[in-house]
């Protein structure tokens, strides 16, 4: 067992980490396109959390894309198992002291917008903390204190270089809001109607401390969603199940995409 210390990163990669990336449910066989690796359970590294949720493996993978230095969480640290705020951000705590380069979060999410799709890729160009939101810790909102994000919330450059990507794997690659709710359960429709009128495109329990913490410390982010239901059609009947099947179901093209954003990264 290794402890946890803030150099692990550094320590497994045997180098800083050019990308790091986390898993939404259902991308875990992503370690499988990736060269050299080692990979490491989370229950193997002293005091790092476990996980809770079926689908979300745990497991840390170290390796390289294309020559770059890559670090892939598969299991994520979600604020509806009693995770602290600090806890939901650990991948890209770890990335900043590990000195990484830029950071991919991705995730399942519920589609709000009527014209989303159950297997659509959706950048996240802004989200929306609301008060179902779970509480963020002031010194991850602090970036942001006295100044206005403007326009999309990545910069343009990774913009287009995501779009490029989904392009050669052929996938279309939808942006959109992401609205960041407690959980654990699913929203209610009132709770649906409320996100709607506040101008969330996509909803889900995650993603956005790891966005914020990545802003924290300088680090450019990626954020993508992979719609895995449209919520006009579920009832009550969703389950972490159907995200999961919808997600795996995704999971090669939305691979393939990440792998090309990952070898067209600026060096
Ligand atoms: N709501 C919240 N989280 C989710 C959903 C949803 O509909 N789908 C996948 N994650």
Redesign the pocket.
């Known amino acids: 067992m290794k402890p946890l210390g803030y150099s692990y990163l550094y320590e497994l990669l045997g180098t800083k980490p050019d990308v790091v990336v986390v898993l939404g449910?259902g991308l875990g066989s992503f370690g499988d396109a990736m060269e050299n690796t080692t990979s490491v359970r989370y229950s193997d590294i002293a005091e790092f959390p476990i996980p809770e949720v079926a689908g979300h493996d745990g497991v840390l993978t170290a390796g390289t894309i294309g020559g770059k230095s890559v670090a892939a969480f598969a299991g994520r640290f979600h604020h509806y198992a009693g995770h602290t705020p600090q806890e939901t951000a650990l991948p890209i705590e770890l990335a900043a002291h590990a000195e990484g380069r830029y950071c991919i979060v991705t995730?399942?999410?519920?589609g709000l917008r009527h014209d989303l799709r159950i297997g659509d890729l959706m950048l996240i160009t802004d989200y929306l903390v609301t008060p179902l939101s779970p509480r963020l810790p002031h010194s991850m909102q602090s970036p942001f204190r006295g100044t206005k994000p403007s326009g999309t919330w990545i910069s343009e450059e990774l913009e287009h270089i995501a779009r490029m990507a989904a392009w050669e794997a052929g996938t279309a690659l939808q942006s959109g809001v992401y609205g960041y709710?407690s959980?654990p359960s699913?929203?209610t429709r009132a709770e649906v109607a409320f996100l709607r009128k506040a101008g969330a495109d996509a909803?889900?329990?995650s993603t956005v401390p790891e966005l914020l913490a990545a802003r924290k410390h300088n680090i450019p982010v990626i954020g993508i969603s992979c719609i895995?239901?449209e919520?006009r059609t579920?009832s009550h009947k969703?389950s972490h199940d159907d995200?999961k099947h919808a997600a795996e179901a995704a999971s090669a093209r939305f691979t393939d995409m990440l792998i090309r954003l990952i070898h067209s990264l600026p060096e």
């Open positions: 449910s995730n399942a999410a519920g709710l959980g699913y929203e909803v889900g329990m895995t239901n919520i579920h969703l995200v």
